[in-house]
């Protein structure tokens, strides 16, 4: 048999206080909880902060910025304004006049419309020059120098290329487009309409027979014609 071992009465009577408080405790301990839990479900924002308060404040920090950047979107970006329909047209059947991708059209075509609405050039003279000159040849150079779809001659007119660009800027067909729309209009202005103006463009002022605007404004008739049997 095993020896029996017998508490003093003061030893049980503190033991079965202190289980007394434990059992409290831990009723207490559960009671929080379940409110915690019933606080975070209704989200209490004075427990959230409490909880808040527990995290050392770089870790909030942290946290906080991860929330922000997972509930933020970020900005689109502004697109390029739509072709109209005639220009639309226009690209169709220099796509399959030239056999030229019309995802390569697009930004040509684009930057056409916007100069001839800033310059108040009809975008159409834009693109029939660029058929007349290049035939859409992007890296298109001639034996005096002239370079790109719309052959412009670098020495001058570099004072038109954007600020950030260098001479190849030239080479790059939005670029180009816009630089070469500029001396276009200035061509017009300077002389006084658009059929001097495309002789001086074109370097053949002297030229009596006209043969370069002539060939000019007749590219464009056909992309006007080619845009209205589209429409049709």
Known sequence: MFPTTVL????????????????????????V?????????????????????LI???????????????ESVAPAEPSAPALTPKMRGALDYVSKRYRVSTEALEPIFATAQAAGKELRIDPLLIIAVIGVESGFNPFSQSVIGAKGLM??????????????????GFLD???????????????????????????????AVNDPDRRYSSKVLAEKQRLEQATQRLRA
């Open 173 to 203: 067909p939005v670029i180009n487009v816009r630089v070469g729309a500029k001396v276009l209009h200035e061509s017009i202005r300077r002389s006084g309409g658009v059929e001097n103006g495309l002789q001086q463009f074109g370097g």
């Open 56 to 70: 050392p404040a770089s870790e909030a920090a942290d946290a906080a910025e991860e929330e922000d950047e997972g």
């Open 151 to 168: 052959q412009v001659v670098p020495r001058y007119h570099m004072d038109k290329l954007p600020d950030e660009a260098d001479h190849l």
């Open 8 to 31: 003093p009465p003061a030893f049980l009577r503190v033991s079965f206080a202190f289980l007394a408080l434990l059992r409290k405790f831990l009723m207490v301990v559960g009671l």
């Open 33 to 53: 909880f379940l409110m915690g839990l019933v606080g975070l479900q209704a989200g209490h924002s004075g427990l959230i902060e409490g909880l808040k308060s």
